[in-house]
């Protein structure tokens, strides 16, 4: 069973469209987390969140939006996608205040042309 | 697919210790990263290592690439507390897909 699951793998999409990507996770994590890589492999926190406070990346566009419609999920919605967007995102999900581990999903490989 | 095993997977050493993290792949690597993670801080790049038997310094933390480049080490020198944190290998599989070891948990002990 996979313990983080994104979908979709890869999205190729517009400029100018709104698109969402999904992440899961079946561990009992109670915070979500969504980084950004980009194409040096940097890794940037966009969001972390559990049942109790969002914490948002300040540098994020405001065209990316957390929804979680429960503690097992946290999606990524991300409206009048730009160039720039175009990265791998990855979904991760640990037990809250950790000094535990993270779970990171496989990453979703967004393009936009 | 290609994935990572990290040893130990928590580790507590004394202030001014040494200390060696292992990242182990099932595959050649075709670039190893380092990163670091604090809490509420996200992950922090480290460093990267490409070619067989490479070793980069970034102040008292190094890492390495063996010749086989399916192994890396972080070893880090005369630990401070200002290291502990959770530390993760990240490798790049050829383009395809990135993937990251499970962690390993430093505590350093004043």
């Known amino acids: 069973d996979t313990a983080v699951s994104q979908t979709p793998k890869y999205l190729v999409t517009q400029m100018g469209n709104d698109k969402s990507i999904k992440c899961e996770q079946n561990?009992?994590?109670?915070?979500m987390y969504w980084y950004k890589q980009d194409s040096k492999k940097f890794l940037k926190i966009m969001f972390s969140y559990n049942n109790k406070e969002l914490i948002i990346n300040e540098t994020v566009p405001n065209r990316f939006s957390p929804k979680s419609p429960d503690k097992a999920h946290l999606n990524l919605h991300i409206n009048s996608l730009e160039l720039g967007d175009s990265a791998v995102y990855f979904c991760?999900?640990?037990?809250?205040?950790?000094?535990?581990?993270?779970?990171f999903g496989s990453g979703t490989r967004l393009t936009v042309v | 697919s290609q994935e990572l095993e990290q040893s130990p997977q928590s580790l507590i050493v004394q202030e001014g210790k040494n200390l060696t993290i292992n990242c182990t792949s099932s595959?050649?690597?075709?670039?190893l990263y380092w990163y670091k993670q604090k809490y509420g801080e996200g992950l922090i790049f480290l460093m990267m290592?490409?070619?067989?038997?490479e070793e980069k310094s970034h102040e008292k933390i190094t890492a390495k690439l063996d010749e086989k480049k399916q192994q890396s080490s972080l070893h880090i020198t005369a630990s401070q507390p200002s290291h502990a944190g959770i530390y993760l290998c990240?490798?790049?599989?050829?383009?395809?897909?990135?993937?990251f070891g499970p962690g390993t948990r430093l505590s350093v002990l004043p």
């Open positions: 991760a999900s640990s037990r809250q205040g950790s000094n535990y581990g993270y779970t």
């Open positions: 990240g490798a790049d599989n050829y383009g395809q897909n990135f993937v």
């Open positions: 561990l009992g994590h109670d915070t």
């Open positions: 290592l490409q070619k067989g038997g």
């Open positions: 595959k050649t690597l075709y670039g």
